[in-house]
């Protein structure tokens, strides 16, 4: 039977972007199994059953399959069961309409070289050139 961290198959079915990142949240508790913490090293057994908790996501897991390197999204999601419950799903979908991504909206922010003008033309602000000395 092949063994395989919890750090590492998180990463591989790509909750995580880092295992580094995986390990960090597994030690600060974020990740559970039967309510209890664990530590990144351990081992991942099909079947487990893990409870995890991101800044942007709340979710609980079954392990269905067993993967050691990270491959793309859709094989990834082959290898779980996401049974979160419904107050969480309510919860994420509540959380993703406020989360704020750090990146400015579209259209938004400093006028455009077009709309300055447009406003001092309406304002009547702006420099005057009366082509006399």
């Known amino acids: 039977m092949d063994k395989l961290r919890l750090d590492k198959y998180l990463w591989a079915i790509r909750?995580?972007?880092?295992?580094?990142?995986?390990?960090?949240?597994?030690?600060?508790?974020?990740?559970k199994w039967n309510t209890a913490n664990v530590k990144p090293s351990r081992i991942v057994c099909i079947g487990d059953r893990y409870s995890i908790k991101t800044p942007a996501r709340r979710w609980t897991?079954?392990?269905?399959?067993?993967?050691?390197?990270?491959?793309?999204?859709e094989e990834a999601i082959k290898n779980y069961i996401d049974i979160t419950s419904d107050e969480d799903k309510e919860?994420?979908?509540h959380t993703g309409t406020s989360f704020y991504t750090g990146k400015r909206q579209s259209k938004t922010g400093h006028p455009t070289k077009k709309q300055r003008r447009d406003l001092e033309d309406f304002f009547g602000e702006g420099p005057e050139i009366d082509g006399a000395d």
């Open 91 to 93: 919860l994420n979908q």
């Open 61 to 73: 897991i079954e392990v269905t399959g067993l993967l050691h390197n990270r491959v793309a999204f």
């Open 15 to 31: 909750i995580f972007k880092t295992r580094t990142q995986a390990a960090v949240a597994i030690d600060d508790g974020k990740v």
